[in-house]
């Protein structure tokens, strides 16, 4: 008896979505109004990608033909977004200090949020 309970559950696993399941394009997002939470991650070195947190949930930004927006540069990013009115905009960055360091990975996200401006510097491009 318990293993046939145990093969039903084995068969028919649960669905798992990640946050790159849910999308949004950036023209809904204007439309809609103002947005509470907007999330720049740094996904690598010189990557950055943008996240809307609409009911507690991570949506994925993208542009009209539903191509993720990714740029280069954080500023670039902000021109991305300048057409949205975001409440909070965030930057997250994770660390690879226990990837490098050879530690096993913990249950927990070492991602760290910092609150950034939306507003694009005052300073000229060509200092950036």
Same mark, same amino acid.
């Given at each position: 008896?318990?293993?046939?309970?145990?093969?039903?559950?084995?068969?028919?696993?649960?669905?798992?979505?990640?946050?790159?399941?849910?999308?949004?394009?950036?023209?809904?997002?204007?439309?809609?109004?103002?947005?509470?939470?907007?999330? +720049?991650?740094?996904?690598? @070195?010189?990557?950055?990608? $943008?996240?809307?947190?609409?009911? /507690? &949930?991570?949506?994925?930004?993208? !542009?009209?033909?539903?191509?993720?927006?990714?740029?280069?540069?954080?500023?670039?990013?902000?021109?991305?977004?300048?057409?949205?009115? +975001?409440?909070?905009?965030? @930057?997250?960055?994770?660390? $690879?200090?226990?990837?490098?360091? /050879? &530690?096993?990975?913990?249950?927990? !996200?070492?991602?760290?949020?910092?609150?950034?401006?939306?507003?694009?510097?005052?300073?000229?491009?060509?200092?950036?």
């Amino acid at each position: 008896m318990f293993f046939k309970a145990y093969r039903q559950d084995v068969r028919t696993p649960p669905v798992r979505r990640t946050i790159y399941d849910m999308k949004i394009p950036i023209k809904k997002l204007a439309a809609d109004g103002p947005v509470m939470k907007v999330v +720049i991650d740094s996904v690598d @070195l010189s990557l950055y990608i $943008a996240f809307a947190v609409i009911d /507690g &949930q991570e949506c994925l930004i993208t !542009d009209s033909k539903g191509g993720t927006i990714k740029t280069r540069n954080l500023l670039e990013m902000k021109k991305q977004l300048e057409g949205l009115s +975001i409440a909070e905009l965030t @930057l997250r960055q994770r660390s $690879a200090y226990d990837e490098m360091v /050879g &530690q096993p990975k913990w249950g927990c !996200d070492n991602a760290m949020e910092v609150g950034i401006s939306p507003e694009l510097y005052p300073t000229p491009s060509w200092q950036h």
